[in-house]
């Protein structure tokens, strides 16, 4: 039998659309964490869904399927009280909760540690989409991790100006 992956046994939930998110949690289920996608399939899911050139069947492409490889899917409505319940339900075996919404989404739907904690206090959370540290995660490890990649990526933007003129 092959030895377990190094992330086998951690729980993450998400919440993501785009670039970094499904991509740095598909890496974390590559190495082993059960990675549960959370989408609200009454604002239409994960936008990448119905993102072509390529489509693989209804609500289904290939651009989906290459940032969502090895994860699960859930279908919820955090706005709906039966969505929000399931959800904590969720949220009571999970390590961490994970999200790269903009501004003031995680709050308003209560991703945010502030809200999770009361349901599971050691449950992590996390934000890939702000770059202002103090409002990615009421957790330090969390933001001291995304200090070092703005540190990193400033380093790489000032040193290949043409990077973050790219990038923009």
Not at 88 to 110: S, Y
Not at 112 to 126: E, F, K, M, N, W
Request: aromatic content about 8%; charged content about 20%; proline content about 7%.
């Amino acid at each position: 039998m092959p030895p377990a992956l190094p992330l086998t046994g951690l729980r993450i939930l998400t919440f993501e659309n785009f670039g970094a998110g499904p991509f740095g949690s598909m890496y974390l289920a590559d190495l082993g964490a059960e990675v549960i996608k959370i989408e609200n399939r009454d604002q239409g899911g994960d936008a990448t869904r119905s993102m072509g050139p390529f489509f693989l069947g209804e609500h289904d492409s290939q651009f989906f399927q290459a940032f969502n490889l090895n994860k699960k899917s859930v279908t919820l409505n955090l706005k709906h009280v039966a969505g929000r319940e399931a959800f904590h339900r969720l949220v009571r075996t999970a390590d961490v909760v994970l999200n790269n919404l903009r501004g003031d989404q995680p709050a308003k739907l209560c991703l945010d540690y502030a809200a999770l904690g009361s349901i599971h206090p050691r449950v992590r959370t996390g934000i890939s989409s702000n770059p202002n540290p103090t409002a990615i995660s009421s957790d330090p490890v969390i933001r001291i991790g995304w200090e070092r990649v703005e540190k990193t990526s400033a380093v790489i933007f000032s040193a290949n100006p043409s990077i973050a003129t790219i990038s923009r």
